[in-house]
């Protein structure tokens, strides 16, 4: 069963995947909550401190401006979000690129392309603590 949640920070810099997390959430029954779009790091961080409530950030890694996982060092750096879930989704797939997002603070990570119901599966990982859940949901 999928957590409910009030908000969720998508930080990603294709509108096109902002719209397909749209329609991925909507899927999952989550019309109810609220998805905040951040363009690149730095747009991120700043939406973030405006709204504390945030319960799952949803972060690509190469993005302008600010790249997710100085977005991550970042933001974990603040005892406010230390324990804010992060789940990356990115394009950079290699074992070292995950390991070091995991070590930034993300507690979960899916490689681009992935299918709906890997995020979904993973953010059910996540959320129930269930062991691996640091891992890829495939």
Known sequence: MTPHFKKILIVEDSDLLHRMYELIFRRYRLEGCTLLHAYHGREGVDLLARNPDVELVILDIN??????????????????????????????????????????????????????????KLIERVFSGREGSLLEAR
């Open 63 to 120: 993005m302008p401006i600010m790249s997710g996982l100085e977005f991550l060092q970042t933001i974990k750096r603040d005892s406010a979000f230390r324990d804010l879930v992060v789940i990356i989704i990115s394009t950079e797939g290699k074992e070292g690129d995950t390991l070091r997002g995991l070590e930034a603070g993300a507690k979960g990570y899916l490689t681009k392309p992935f299918q709906p119901t890997d995020l979904h």
